[in-house]
């Protein structure tokens, strides 16, 4: 029996296992690059001190031509949507859906019931700026959106802020887009209204060490920042930030980003050709697929040793929905292998 915490609560890495090929973490490589290991290793030297986050706020600001008033560090993206729920008292809060589960949660841990603004498959899940109520002081969502992999325009975005309002963007995965040109990240610090997100937890390979940063104007800085315990963000994260900041962190994300346009497009043909029908677009690196058997699939495809991630934990999807990694094109194919061998199993025995 799954309650509604319990599936908001559920994420890609409680679906890997031991013999399991993993489509179901989103984490974009599966180590962090030689030269972040070498960085974090020599960090290690300097963790009896407490950690202070001045360098890594600097690099942070430096990176998005920022005041450095308007950065704060965060132990991974996750924690700034705790620190948001917890700024202020919320009158209507507002989450855009589908997306990640975390800022639902830390809304509902403290006693909200956010809308659930809804963007529909029909539609791709484009955003429209209708499903938003007037009311609503708080509004977050997801750019580019995890599971949809759907990439909002910052215009679209940018029309949802309003006086008495904030927006909250989740750019966590936005530094894989080409040129990052729908982010809204070097115009945080000077609009008032709107918080950016930030994770480098994905595309470094950092997910166990926890580093992220939140960019806003600086008095929105401050209000996250009376939430956030003290040295929250530890020593190996903050240099973590400043190392992936820096030019060889530019030359990894580069590679990573251009590698993923062709693996997402070879999945998403891959998905189609298996008769699976996904979300056009993909601007992450994972894919969204609908089929009517995806959960027998998504079962089966474990039997086979192929681990993919359910889609109906995330409000506004169902059990037919599956969210897939975008990994090498040979690894892809081993899966939409087992994809077609199972579903023509299920269809023969239905
Ligand atoms: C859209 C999105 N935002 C934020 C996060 C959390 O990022 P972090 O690891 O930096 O806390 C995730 C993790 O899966 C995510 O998918």
Same mark, same amino acid.
């Given at each position: 029996v799954t309650d509604s915490s319990t $599936? $908001?609560?559920?994420?890609g890495d409680d679906e890997v296992g031991p013999g399991l090929s993993d489509f179901a973490v989103n984490v974009a490589v599966p180590t962090p690059p030689s030269w972040l290991r070498s960085a974090l290793a020599e960090a290690l030297a300097d963790v009896a001190a407490y950690p202070d986050p001045q360098v890594a706020v600097t690099a942070v600001a430096t990176a998005h031509r920022c005041e450095p008033a308007s950065v704060l560090m965060t132990n991974g993206a996750a924690e700034a949507f705790t620190l948001v729920a917890r700024s202020r008292r919320w009158r209507a809060p #507002?989450?855009?859906?589908p997306q990640f589960t975390e800022p639902e949660s830390a809304l509902r841990a403290l006693g909200y019931s956010p809308t659930q603004a809804m963007l529909l498959p029909r539609n791709h899940f484009r955003l429209d700026p209708e499903v938003v109520p007037a009311s609503a002081d708080l509004v977050i969502i997801g750019n580019p959106t995890n599971p949809t992999s759907r990439l909002h325009g910052r215009d679209g975005i940018r #029309?949802?802020?309003?006086? @008495?309002?904030?927006?909250?963007?989740?750019e966590a995965f936005m530094d894989l887009t080409p040129g990052e040109r729908e982010s809204l990240a070097g115009e945080a610090g000077g609009t008032r209204g709107l918080v950016v997100i930030r994770s480098l937890t994905k595309t470094y390979g950092l997910a166990g060490v926890r580093a992220g940063y939140v960019l806003a104007a600086p008095e929105e800085i401050r209000a996250l920042a009376a939430h956030q315990p003290h040295w929250s963000v530890n020593h190996l994260a903050l240099v973590a930030a400043t190392t992936c900041l820096g030019p060889d962190g530019v030359r990894h994300r580069t590679r990573v980003a251009g590698n993923l346009t062709g693996n997402t497009g070879h999945l998403l043909a891959a998905l189609r050709a298996a008769g699976l029908e996904p979300v056009p677009d993909p601007a992450g690196p994972f894919v969204l697929a609908r089929h009517p058997a995806a959960a027998a699939l998504r079962q089966g $495809?474990?039997?086979? @040793?192929? #681990?993919?991630?359910? @889609?109906d934990t995330f409000p506004g999807l169902g059990p037919d929905w599956l969210r897939v990694a975008a990994r090498e094109p040979v690894a892809v194919d081993s899966l939409v292998r087992a994809m077609t061998q199972e579903l023509s199993m299920l269809g023969a025995h239905r």
């Open positions: $599936l $908001l609560s559920h994420h #507002a989450v855009v859906h #029309a949802l802020l309003r006086p @008495g309002r904030v927006v909250v963007v989740d $495809l474990r039997e086979r @040793g192929f #681990a993919v991630r359910r @889609g």
